[in-house]
C-alpha cells in the first residue's frame, strides 16, 4: 500500500503542477495535467481495491513452468538479491547517497541547455506548401507565364512524386501570386545527396526547390511547412507580427523598417508581408459640377467603367446542358492604357453620348 502510494504522490507531483502553468503553453497543458492526475489516482484506487480482489480468484501461486514465467520470476529474484546487497550499503551511507543524488540533479540541469527545445517541433511528412508571388500590378496572363516556368523546375527534382499549382491565390483575387503544393517521395525511396552524401530532408528539399525558383526573374518564392500549420499563426508561419495603427502611411513605413531589420540579421528567411505596398490603380474622380451640367449620374460613371473593364453579362446561352454568360467589354488592346478610358463614352439622361474625360478625372497612383 505505501510503495503505490508513494508512486502515486511522485507522479501526481509531476502533472499536476501542469495544470496551474500560465499563458499560451498553460492552454495546451491544462487538459493533459487534469487527466494524468486524475488518471494515476483512479490507477491507486484500482490497485488497492479491485486489483486484490481479483488476484485473490485468479491468480493461482506455484511454481512457474513456462519460460516466460520463469524468465520474470528469475528477473524478480536477481533484482531482489541486488536490492538487498545495496540496501545497507546505502543506509550507513546515508549522506553520501544524499550528496550523490544533488550532484545527479545538478548534472541534469546542466544537460539543458544541450538539448534542442521548441514547442510544435517540425515533422518530415513529405509536404510542404511554397507560395510564389510576382511583381506587383501583374496580369494574371503574366503570372500564369511564371508559374509555367515554375512548374518546370519543381517538375525537375528527383524526390517530388506530385505537385499542384493554384495561381490567384485561395479566394482567386490575388492576381500576382500562387501557391504551389509539393508532396514528396518517403525517405526510403529518396536519392542520395551528392552535397549532403546522404538523403535530405524535407526542409532540405524544400530550400533546394526554392533556391531555384528564386533565381527566376521578377519570382519570389516562401516555403510553409504544413506541419506546423495548425499550431502556428494565422497565415501558418512559425513567427508573426501584427501592426495596426489608424495610419496606413505610417503602417507601411514601420513595416518596410520591421523587414529590413529582419533582413539585416541574417538569421530568418522568407519575410514577408500580406500588406502590399505599390500597387497600382487607377483613381477615377468624377467632376461633379460639369457631370450635373451634361445631365451625367456618378452611377452611369462607374457602371460604364465596371462594363468596359471587367465586363457586363448581355445575355446568355445554353450548349451541352449548361447556360454560359454572355459578357461584354472592350477588347485587351482597347483597356490598356488610361488615355483608352479617357476615349470612352459615357450616356447622360438624355440618351447622349459624352465623352468620359469631360466628366471624370483619371489618374494613375501607386497604393500605400
Known amino acids: 500500500t505505501f510503495a503505490a502510494i508513494a508512486a502515486t504522490a511522485a507522479i501526481a507531483a509531476i502533472f499536476l503542477p501542469v495544470t496551474f502553468m500560465s499563458g499560451l503553453i498553460g492552454k495546451y497543458m491544462f487538459q493533459f495535467g ?24 485468479f491468480l493461482e501461486i506455484g511454481e512457474r513452468k513456462t519460460r516466460l514465467g520463469k524468465f520474470v520470476e528469475h528477473s524478480f529474484r ?21 550528496l550523490s543524488s544533488f550532484v545527479i540533479f545538478a548534472l541534469s ?43 518546370k523546375i519543381v517538375a525537375e527534382d528527383p524526390d517530388l512524386e506530385r505537385y499542384y499549382a493554384a495561381i490567384g491565390g485561395f479566394g482567386g483575387g490575388e492576381v500576382n501570386s500562387g501557391v504551389v503544393f509539393l508532396t514528396f517521395k518517403p525517405m526510403s525511396q529518396r536519392a542520395i545527396d551528392p552535397e549532403l552524401k546522404r538523403k535530405p530532408t524535407q526542409n532540405e528539399m524544400a530550400n533546394r526547390i526554392k533556391k531555384k525558383v528564386a533565381s527566376l526573374p521578377d519570382v519570389k518564392a516562401f516555403v510553409q511547412d504544413l506541419s506546423l500549420a495548425g499550431f502556428s499563426s494565422k497565415r501558418g508561419f512559425p513567427i508573426e507580427f501584427t501592426l495596426r495603427g489608424p495610419d496606413w ?26 500588406y502590399q505596398v505599390g500597387s497600382p490603380e487607377v483613381q477615377v474622380k468624377p467632376i461633379r459640377e460639369k457631370a450635373l451640367q451634361r445631365g451625367v449620374s456618378v452611377t452611369e460613371i462607374s457602371q460604364t467603367i465596371n462594363a468596359m473593364m471587367g465586363g457586363a453579362v448581355a445575355g446568355k446561352f445554353s450548349q451541352g446542358n449548361r447556360r454560359y454568360d454572355v459578357r461584354v467589354r472592350l477588347l485587351g488592346a482597347e483597356r490598356q492604357e488610361v488615355a483608352d478610358l479617357n476615349r470612352s463614352f459615357v450616356r447622360n439622361n438624355r440618351g447622349e453620348l459624352t465623352p468620359l474625360g469631360e466628366v471624370a478625372t483619371l489618374e494613375t497612383k501607386h497604393r500605400v
Not at 508571388?133 to 496580369?139: D, F, V
Open 249 to 274: 502611411d505610417t503602417l507601411a513605413n514601420l513595416t518596410t523598417q520591421i523587414m529590413d531589420e529582419m533582413e539585416k540579421s541574417g538569421q530568418m528567411a522568407d519575410i514577408d508581408t500580406n
Open 34 to 57: 487534469i487527466t494524468l492526475s486524475v488518471a494515476v489516482f483512479l490507477s491507486l484506487l484500482e490497485a488497492l481495491t479491485l486489483a486484490p480482489m481479483r488476484c485473490s480468484q
Open 109 to 151: 540541469i546542466g544537460t539543458y541547455k544541450f538539448l534542442k527545445k521548441e514547442f510544435i517541433p517540425a515533422q518530415d511528412q513529405g509536404r510542404i506548401l511554397m507560395r510564389v508571388q510576382t511583381p506587383l500590378g501583374s496580369s494574371l496572363t503574366y503570372t500564369d507565364k511564371k508559374f509555367i516556368e515554375v512548374e
Open 78 to 98: 536477481r533484482s531482489e538479491q541486488f536490492y538487498a546487497r545495496i540496501l545497507p550499503w546505502v543506509l550507513s551511507h546515508r549522506w553520501k547517497t544524499i
